[in-house]
């Protein structure tokens, strides 16, 4: 269960709800230029715009829930169990494990035009980072401030699909919600309160939409995490087989200046981390 949002005011926002049943250690990560990517069916990526965003670090990488790069592009990644589908690799095209996803496209893509061309030769491979990590079921959005879009890589191939709504969450797949939301939209029904995840995307959308315009740097950020505060899970409102999903950090990246702000699940304050605060030149990972 999570959800994700994009904000337009003066400057472009990114950010998400991650919604977990435990923690994973996850933690403020910034990746300079020159840090290096091990990838494991393509060369390892030793160049590449430098990062932000929020990760595990396992054996010194970095395994992001959703990151922005200095060029202002952002990607994350949310559950999207029973859907997603990772195949075998193919001699055409270029063969990525979905972890890589993130940190080989915002490395790669300055914007979601380049973003588009890469995805054309995509194909998204069953490969575990390790045997202690097995992967999770992902669907992914990406955007900047011209747009979004969803990738799904389904067991009928890779799918994707244009989001003018930038906004996501989980299950059913994207075509589906596009079709419940646009559904609603039409109607005068009151906005669905429950945590599912469709009724977290139509509230998602619909709150984005109705949204008045901010100019400040503090108001836009203020609304953004308004905004997600709406479509959190609070503790002990949502149990699962495995334990009680709940919403563990909040974040928003401002993706003109490279600052990125969280909200922790035990904290009323926002803290903030800006990207050019640290050597972006150099090789080793930051973490604030």
């Known amino acids: 269960m999570c959800t994700a949002l994009t904000y337009k005011s003066n400057d472009f926002y990114f950010g998400r709800n991650l919604d977990l049943d435990m923690e994973y250690g996850e933690k403020v990560t910034v990746i300079p230029r020159k840090f290096s990517f091990p990838i494991k069916l393509l060369p390892d990526l030793h160049e590449h715009f430098a990062l932000i965003g929020m990760a595990v670090i396992t054996d010194g990488y970095p395994l992001f829930f959703e990151g922005t790069n200095e060029k202002g592009l952002s990607m994350a990644g ?24 993130i940190p080989w496209l915002l490395g790669k893509c300055a914007c979601l035009c380049d973003v588009k061309e890469k995805l054309k030769e995509l194909n998204i491979v ?115 087989s495995g334990g009680a999903h709940y919403t563990r950090y909040s974040s928003c990246c401002n993706t003109d200046t490279g600052v990125y702000y969280y909200n922790r699940c035990d904290s009323i304050s926002i803290e903030r981390v800006s990207m050019r605060d640290f050597d972006l030149n150099g090789n080793k990972l930051f973490l604030p």
């Open 78 to 101: 949310l559950n999207f169990p029973d859907n997603a589908f990772y195949g075998k690799a193919k001699p055409d095209k270029i063969n990525l494990a979905p972890y890589e996803l």
């Open 126 to 240: 069953n490969l575990p980072f390790s045997e202690n990590y097995p992967l999770s079921p992902l669907h992914w959005i990406i955007s900047d401030k011209s747009g979004s879009v969803t990738v799904e890589s389904v067991a009928e191939g890779l799918r994707i699909y244009n989001n003018p709504w930038g906004v996501l969450s989980n299950n059913p797949t994207f075509d589906r919600h596009m079709i419940n939301t646009e559904t609603f939209m039409l109607s005068d029904k009151a906005l669905p309160g429950d945590f599912s995840s469709e009724s977290r995307f139509i509230r998602a959308a619909c709150l984005k939409e109705k949204s008045s315009p901010k100019s400040g740097e503090d108001e836009s950020v203020n609304q953004f995490f308004r905004m997600l505060s709406l479509v959190s899970v609070p503790q002990g409102c949502v149990r699962k």
